[in-house]
């Protein structure tokens, strides 16, 4: 089975929205990445097509790093879908692949998430909050491990540390 994937275009839109909400049993994620598109807060939407036929979707914003004074922003992954009967065949793989390479040769240093602790280390994801990274999604003394980050250039995170914060749009869409 062969997977092309390429970035979203105008009229992928609908068809992201359904894979979205087929794949979360509900539309919230899909309102999510409308939002974010919304917002011009998309900095890689992918998507993964078989036969021409889109079957996937990874959306990727940035978050702001804060520590002290210092702001500096990196992309986050999510969400990221495959339509329920293509799942477990390498679809979400190649997209998580794809926006790694895409983002290392775009020259972000690291990527977040919050995901499956059990999905995303095969790809390089590992906690953030030992590295020195807290965020909204980690209440204090509640389990943190969901929160990753894969660096992607050997010299990060060297000094960087902080509060990760998620685009709001994140917080409005449930």
Do not use: W
Not at 20 to 35: Q, Y
Not at 48 to 54: T, V
Not at 87 to 107: C, Y
């Amino acid at each position: 089975m062969r997977i092309d994937i390429r970035r979203e275009r105008p009229e992928d839109i609908s068809r992201i929205f359904a894979i979205e909400a087929a794949a979360f049993g509900g539309d919230a994620h899909a309102r999510l990445v409308d939002k974010l598109r919304d917002d011009d807060a998309l900095i890689l939407s992918h998507v993964a097509e078989i036969k021409g036929e889109i079957v996937g979707h990874a959306a990727y914003s940035l978050v702001s790093v804060t520590d002290g004074a210092c702001v500096r922003h990196f992309p986050a992954l999510g969400p990221i879908a495959v339509t329920p009967p293509l799942q477990r065949q390498g679809i979400g793989s190649a997209l998580a692949r794809a926006g790694l390479r895409a983002l290392t040769e775009a020259g972000y240093g690291m990527v977040f998430l919050v995901g499956s602790v059990n999905y995303y280390p095969r790809f390089g994801y590992q906690p953030a909050q030992p590295l020195g990274f807290t965020s909204d999604y980690v209440k204090p003394g509640g389990g943190h491990e969901h929160f990753m980050l894969a660096i992607l250039q050997e010299s990060f995170p060297d000094g960087v540390r902080g509060h990760v914060r998620f685009h709001p749009a994140f917080a409005e869409v449930s």
